[in-house]
């Protein structure tokens, strides 16, 4: 007996993508709460965005 998924109508497997909503990483409401508990110090490890490049791109021109 074959089981039937559950797919959209542009044929994405509904069961598919929720394991991997599961497994994305922390929620936009998870990562407010952690800034709000933390006031965002130690919040680096959730990033990969390199401070040196942000910094560079924010000096005056000469």
């Excluded at 559950?6 to 993508?17: C, H, L, M, S, Y």
């Excluded at 006031?39 to 401070?51: C, E, H, L, R, V």
């Amino acid at each position: 007996m074959k089981i039937s998924k559950k797919v959209t109508e542009a044929g994405t497997d509904i069961e598919e993508v929720k394991r991997q909503n599961a497994n994305s990483g922390l929620t936009y409401n998870q990562v407010k709460e952690v800034l709000a508990r933390t006031g965002g110090i130690g919040t680096a490890q959730y990033s990969d965005t390199d401070p040196a490049q942000v910094r560079k791109g924010n000096e005056p021109a000469e």
